[in-house]
């Protein structure tokens, strides 16, 4: 997450020697099939969605800003063409962007903005956003296409546990691959070289609701959880009140509830 003024180019690589990721036609179709959904969302809301087309941008970076008017999206070609970025990860990244505008509480203030941190960011591209974006029929080509053993044994028994029909138990494999594709990527990025396990989650415990990015394990734990999240992903959420619209530890499994590697539950509310 950045605004205009909190962008650093020291923080942005060049990916003019890496020359994999998503195709040109990918990206559009990504970006195009966000904002078919998503507009409509964000204009109830009283603004502008607006996400430019920057595949010809080497920066490996996704914003969210905001204005008066507009909702911003910035996704770079750079972080699209990133080794190993695959359509699904690309649609997360968006989601997660988009999460920094809408994704609920807790927050953090950015400027005059009140916008999701990182962590309920994730979580809401995995739990909610992936399962706008895409429709049952999408759902029942994917399963048409998708080989069981792509699948860890561990997404595989939990999506099958918490999602009884084919529509939810497609949405739950889709948005688990694509947090592993993402996780993967930021132990990339970051330089990280413990390897990512569903079975092994972060056993970090934050003192307080950390709202930068965590290391990829914590998030690869986020969107696994976030994937299993069985609240309705229609359901109204609050700027205030972080349980409400999505699965909090007093009703929902503790399988499905965001991690406590970044999260802090709020006593203040129930």
Not at 232 to 255: H, I, M, V, W
Request: charged residues 15%.
């Amino acid at each position: 997450m950045a605004t205009k003024n909190l962008v650093s180019k020291s923080n942005v690589r060049s990916l003019t020697a890496i020359a994999s990721g998503v195709t040109q036609k990918q990206y559009n179709a990504v970006l195009n099939k966000v904002i078919k959904v998503y507009g409509p969302i964000v204009q109830q809301m009283g603004y502008q969605l607006d996400m430019p087309n920057l595949w010809s941008s080497n920066f490996t970076n996704a914003l969210a800003f905001r204005d008066e008017n507009k909702m911003s999206v910035a996704i770079h070609g750079g972080i699209a063409r990133f080794q190993g970025m695959s359509e699904l990860g690309l649609t997360a990244v968006i989601c997660h962007e988009l999460g920094h505008h809408i994704g609920g509480a807790p927050t953090v203030l950015m400027g005059d903005h009140i916008l999701s941190v990182e962590g309920q960011a994730d979580y809401f591209a995995m739990s909610r956003c992936m399962k706008k974006i895409y429709s049952p029929t999408d759902n029942k080509q994917f399963l048409k296409q998708l080989d069981i053993k792509n699948l860890h044994p561990l997404v595989l028994a939990k999506c099958s546990l918490f999602f009884k029909d084919s529509n939810g138990r497609a949405n739950c494999y889709r948005s688990s691959l694509a947090g592993l594709n993402l996780a993967n990527i930021f132990n990339k990025m970051s330089g990280e070289v413990a390897a990512l396990n569903f079975n092994f989650p972060d056993s970090n415990v934050a003192e307080e609701v950390i709202t930068g990015n965590t290391n990829a394990q914590c998030r690869l734990d986020t969107y696994f959880r976030a994937s299993l999240c069985y609240a309705d992903p229609f359901a109204k959420l609050s700027l205030s009140n972080p349980n409400q619209g999505t699965c909090y530890r007093d009703r929902y499994s503790p399988e499905v509830v965001r991690p406590l590697c970044w999260y802090k539950p709020d006593t203040n509310w129930p």
